[in-house]
């Protein structure tokens, strides 16, 4: 009988063209407990199942229990079956079984499928930079589909070059960059990072107190992991950088975020701020030049912000990657340089600036007041050395990238790519009915308001997917920077205007006739 019940699942699953690994996952659905090695059993031969498992293998492949069962079949016909045959079977079982209980601990009968989640911990983490949104453009690139990337500040692809000296002198540098660096980076990086802070007036700073990092993004996971027990709230700017949100949050620490304004030039709201401060509050996140507003904060603005961080004891991060993507004449301040008497970490790095995203190399400096923040100082420098040291190779180039001249500079007055390609887009997307915007004054992204009436707009996850499948343009929704209304969205404008023009144009085209179904 386990024979024909054998060659009968066998048949079953090639017509249902079905694997093992199929029928576990079915059954692992269904909450039934079938493991890969119970149908390799069943398969064999070896052994038939119980009664649950079989009605379960019947529905699931869609043929009648009994047949599958093999209880149709005449006795006459078991009869010829080959007896010397059934013994031999007997004795494989016998042997199987045995070495099996032996090895494994396994019952025939009981194998427990054991699933593996995530962990609680990004229950309310998000990154949808590269969300889902990005999957499903992934899925139609697959697909053959060409799809226009303005989610995310990667300025490789739209044709900014890193400067040739950095790259002359990473090739020339790079049989010295075999081995680990010190935790906190090369001398000649953290010497040129030092004195760029003295250059940005920021008080209170030796050479230890530079930390290189394989990105900004490296050192700010690091530094919320050294200060954040369960509880400790910090407050962190909406919309934000989603990557210190994520970062608060894994910590164990509770992001509050306070209200940028939109009427005001998205400056933080100041009484919102002091609002949500209470005793757990350890520290403040500011990000200036803002991501994804393209806000640059006024010395009076900073100062409101270092005098409440004064009043509550707060740290202060500020995060200053775009610090050199200053247009319009005006001038970058460093919050730190501000708070001589309060401890501040500011981070940076090359990755825009030199338009170096890929070599992954960012710095933080700590400054201020560094006796109240002895102890955590010491976290810092212990996660520091557990991850050995930052990529070396790209450390190699920071003090030419720092020293040399600036090409960025070209790039943000009249007539250079950057600043021509925001008054562009600005122009273009604000001349649509139904879209405004704050012109930003750094950086290079927008992040432009929708009539949420006019367009019936209640899900702006939605209004990304859907311009993505008509017009195949990538954008992120104001939802994934921690914006809770479904009101905005972030531009990316580093194409050159010619695509962008195209962009503009299918942005205009969607939104004549779009009216979002709920």
């Known amino acids: 009988m386990n024979n024909i019940f054998a060659e009968r699942l066998k048949k079953a699953m090639e017509q249902k063209n079905m694997k093992q690994i199929d029928l576990v996952k079915k059954a692992a659905e269904q909450g039934v407990k079938l493991g890969k090695s119970h149908v390799s059993q069943y398969l064999s031969g070896k052994t038939t199942p119980r009664s649950e498992i079989l009605n379960f293998l019947a529905t699931t492949l869609g043929v009648e229990t009994e047949w599958l069962k093999g209880t149709d079949v005449s006795v006459d016909t078991l009869k010829e079956t080959n007896e010397a045959g059934i013994q031999m079977e007997n004795m494989k079982f016998d042997y199987n079984y045995n070495n099996m209980k032996e090895n494994t601990r396994e019952t025939v009968e009981e194998v427990q499928v054991r699933e593996f989640k995530k962990s609680s911990k990004l229950n309310n983490v998000l990154?949808?930079?590269?969300?889902?949104?990005?999957?499903?453009?992934?899925?139609?690139?697959?697909?053959?589909?060409q799809v226009l990337k303005l989610n995310i500040g990667n300025p490789a692809p739209f044709g900014?070059?890193?400067?040739?000296?950095?790259i002359y002198d990473m090739r020339q540098q790079l049989t010295e960059c075999e081995g680990y660096s010190p935790a906190k980076g090369l001398f000649s990086a953290r010497k040129a990072i030092m004195q760029y802070a003295q250059l940005k007036k920021l008080p209170n700073v030796s050479i230890e107190d530079i930390y290189t990092g394989n990105g900004v993004s490296e050192l700010i996971n690091l530094c919320m992991s050294a200060l954040l027990d369960n509880g400790d709230e910090i407050l962190i700017p909406s919309p934000d950088y989603p990557l210190w949100t994520a970062c608060a949050t894994l910590a164990g620490g509770k992001a509050v975020h306070y209200i940028c304004?939109?009427?005001?030039?998205?400056?933080?709201?100041?009484?919102?701020?002091?609002?949500?401060?209470?005793?757990?509050?350890?520290?403040?996140?500011?990000?200036?030049?803002?991501?994804?507003?393209?806000?640059?904060?006024?010395?009076?603005?900073?100062?409101?912000?270092?005098?409440?961080?004064?009043?509550?004891?707060?740290?202060?991060?500020?995060?200053?990657?775009?610090?050199?993507?200053?247009?319009?004449?005006?001038?970058?301040?460093?919050?730190?340089?501000?708070?001589?008497?309060?401890f501040c970490v500011t981070f940076s790095g090359l990755s825009k600036s030199h338009m170096i995203a890929g070599f992954r190399i960012?710095?933080?400096?700590?400054?201020?007041?560094?006796?109240?923040?002895?102890?955590?100082?010491?976290?810092?420098?212990?996660?520091?050395?557990?991850?050995?040291?930052?990529?070396?190779?790209?450390?190699?180039?920071?003090?030419?990238?720092?020293?040399?001249?600036?090409?960025?500079?070209?790039?943000?007055?009249?007539?250079?790519?950057?600043?021509?390609?925001?008054?562009?887009?600005?122009?273009?997307?604000?001349?649509?009915?139904?879209?405004?915007?704050?012109?930003?004054?750094a950086a290079f992204y927008m992040f432009p308001k929708i009539d949420t009436k006019k367009f019936n707009i209640v899900n702006d996850e939605k209004f990304a997917l859907d311009l993505l499948k008509e017009k195949k343009i990538l954008l992120v929704h104001g939802g994934g920077f921690n914006w809770h209304q479904p009101d905005h969205f972030r531009v990316v404008y580093l194409p050159r205007i010619e695509v962008l023009k195209e962009a503009a144009g299918k942005i205009r085209d969607f939104l004549e006739y779009y009216q979002q179904e709920i």
């Not at 990154?127 to 589909?145: H, K, L």
């Not at 600036?406 to 600005?426: D, L, N, T």
């Open 127 to 145: 990154y949808d930079v590269r969300g889902p949104v990005v999957e499903e453009a992934a899925r139609m690139e697959n697909a053959g589909t």
């Open 160 to 166: 900014f070059r890193t400067p040739d000296e950095v």
């Open 261 to 342: 304004d939109e009427q005001a030039e998205w400056y933080p709201d100041m009484d919102d701020i002091r609002k949500k401060i209470t005793s757990r509050t350890k520290a403040i996140v500011i990000i200036n030049p803002n991501n994804p507003t393209g806000a640059l904060y006024p010395r009076e603005v900073l100062q409101q912000i270092v005098d409440i961080a004064r009043e509550h004891h707060l740290i202060i991060f500020s995060d200053e990657i775009y610090d050199r993507l200053v247009m319009d004449g005006a001038e970058h301040i460093s919050i730190a340089s501000m708070a001589p008497d309060l």
């Open 362 to 441: 960012g710095w933080m400096i700590l400054s201020g007041n560094k006796a109240v923040a002895k102890d955590y100082i010491e976290g810092i420098k212990m996660l520091s050395n557990m991850r050995l040291c930052s990529n070396v190779p790209a450390q190699s180039i920071v003090q030419t990238a720092l020293g040399g001249h600036q090409s960025v500079e070209s790039y943000i007055v009249p007539g250079g790519r950057i600043y021509e390609q925001r008054e562009f887009i600005y122009n273009a997307l604000t001349d649509i009915p139904g879209i405004t915007a704050v012109k930003p004054k």
